[in-house]
């Protein structure tokens, strides 16, 4: 059988200034990881497309040198689910709901196999990431497991909600889901868009693979994704992946 048609959606946001909001070094929201996320996408996961949809940033990463890359802009930064929450935005659903989204629909139009979306801070190891990552679950929509042990903001622990830095949708699951983040009567302040997946995608398989924010990372593992890493957790992953720091981030 011919290898299945992938594309990988993400979203992309870089100030240079650490937000409030933000879990992990600033290195995992700089363009020089970028560099590095694009190549572990490749090696993991082989899509036709990358469709990155900027959030408006004021930093952006070299994109057309990327092999494979489509850069959308929104019209401007709509904003974190925090910041919708407090009042810093007025918007319904935030900038990573748009690149969700956009993506899905981008890969449903494209009659693409599967649509996998990978947040901007994440990491996957392991080739044949989504054939692992499905095992023989027979659904059409797959989100991370519980994070268990994971760091929250400032400092607190995070919640034991369902994880979506990595998500990956069969052609149905894209329709489901493009109309079940359309259709929620909640903004994205109101009701996070984990506990949005949880009641309104069911069914719905968990990747078998860990962790995401979960933590400890065992970095001998042949497969895993992880987001929210520390300089030292970024560090030991390039390490288990034969990488040398200083090539991917010359100026750190």
Not at 3 to 19: A, E, F, M, Q
Not at 164 to 191: C, F, H, Q, W
């Amino acid at each position: 059988m011919a290898d299945p048609k992938i594309i990988v959606g993400s979203g992309w946001w870089s100030s240079g200034v650490r937000s409030q909001w933000n879990i992990g070094d600033d290195l995992i929201r700089s363009s020089a990881f970028f560099a590095l996320w694009h190549h572990l996408v490749i090696k993991s996961l082989n899509p036709t497309v990358i469709l990155v949809t900027d959030s408006n940033s004021p930093i952006k990463p070299n994109w057309r040198a990327f092999e494979r890359v489509k850069w959308m802009e929104l019209d401007q930064n709509y904003g974190h689910a925090n910041d919708i929450r407090v009042g810093l935005s007025k918007a319904r659903l935030s900038g990573i709901s748009r690149s969700r989204i956009l993506g899905a629909l981008y890969a449903l139009c494209c009659d693409a196999d599967y649509f996998v979306y990978v947040e901007q801070d994440c990491v996957l190891k392991g080739r044949d990431f989504l054939k692992k990552s499905i095992g023989e679950q027979d659904l059409d929509f797959f989100c991370g497991q519980r994070t268990e042990g994971g760091r929250g903001l400032h400092g607190g622990a995070a919640a034991p909600m369902l994880q979506n830095s990595v998500l990956i949708m069969k052609r149905r699951g894209m329709e489901r889901y493009i109309s079940s983040v359309v259709a929620a009567p909640e903004t994205d302040g109101e009701l996070s868009s984990e506990l949005k997946m949880e009641r309104d995608m069911a069914p719905y398989g968990t990747l078998q693979v860990p962790y995401g924010r979960s933590r400890p990372i065992d970095f001998s593992l042949s497969h895993f994704y992880a987001q929210h890493l520390t300089r030292d957790e970024l560090m030991a992953f390039l390490e288990a992946e034969h990488l040398k720091f200083a090539e991917w981030f010359p100026s750190a």
